[in-house]
């Protein structure tokens, strides 16, 4: 499947980012243009410190970028204030980290329920329950994150992400912080979800068997990305 500009779930244009350092600026993206179709799988590779992470970043609308255009879901992400960012994350991105980001001080249920309740779901803890089932943890719901194993973790934070069936799901190195076989049962477990909601997946890792169940694969290297429009 192709993205052309006026198709595209994502679309960013000639994105840069440079922020300010000690030694002078720092170019971290370097005019990234980046086109993805709905329902889609995209890789994302490269070394550390190539911008993959931070590319994430401005896709969920968590760093602001110092040009250029970024279209997802069709807002146009440099129109909305930090209040509107955070309600077009909450309907329309899921987001999925290496290091599990759960709020520690809340149950497995309530991590899950978060992104539901902000959006004033009424059914916000019905879902989540269902969405811990989905991943095998009902019998964990009342657990707190240090409670569970990492693979436990990372599977809440996939249930929370999912919770909201979000058309977009953006995955930083889901991987990273569990043993090998874990993370192949977690990354089976994402695909399967992905595929039964038909989720439009950005996945950024180092690992190229994982990267090869994408559709597409795109390298990042010195902030610029080759192989971002297809």
Do not use: W
């Not at 490269?46 to 069709?74: D, F, N, Q, R, Y």
């Amino acid at each position: 499947m192709t993205a052309n500009a006026s198709d595209a779930l994502i679309d960013m244009r000639d994105v840069r980012l440079s922020l300010g350092a000690a030694g002078g600026t720092v170019d971290i993206l370097r005019g990234v243009t980046f086109r993805v179709s709905a329902g889609e799988t995209v890789s994302v590779v490269g070394p550390s410190g190539s911008g993959k992470t931070t590319m994430l970043m401005v896709l969920a609308g968590l760093e602001h970028p110092s040009s250029g255009e970024i279209t997802v879901a069709g807002h146009r992400l440099a129109t909305l204030g930090e209040d509107a960012l955070a309600r077009f994350r909450s309907a329309h991105v899921g987001v999925v980290f290496q290091a599990f980001h759960l709020v520690p001080t809340m149950t497995a249920l309530e991590n899950v329920a978060l992104p539901l309740e902000f959006s004033r779901r009424p059914d916000a803890a019905a879902r989540a329950a269902q969405c811990l089932d989905e991943v095998g943890l009902s019998a964990r719901a009342r657990h707190y994150p240090s409670q569970l194993s990492g693979g436990e973790q990372q599977r809440v934070a996939i249930a929370r992400a999912f919770a909201p069936e979000p058309p977009l799901l953006l995955a930083d190195e889901p991987t990273g912080n569990l043993d090998a076989a874990t993370g192949q049962r977690i990354m089976d477990l994402l695909f399967s979800l992905r595929e039964r909601f038909g989720t439009t997946l950005v996945l950024v890792t180092h690992d190229e068997r994982l990267a090869a169940r994408c559709s597409r694969t795109v390298r990042m290297a010195d902030g610029k990305l080759n192989g971002g429009v297809p």
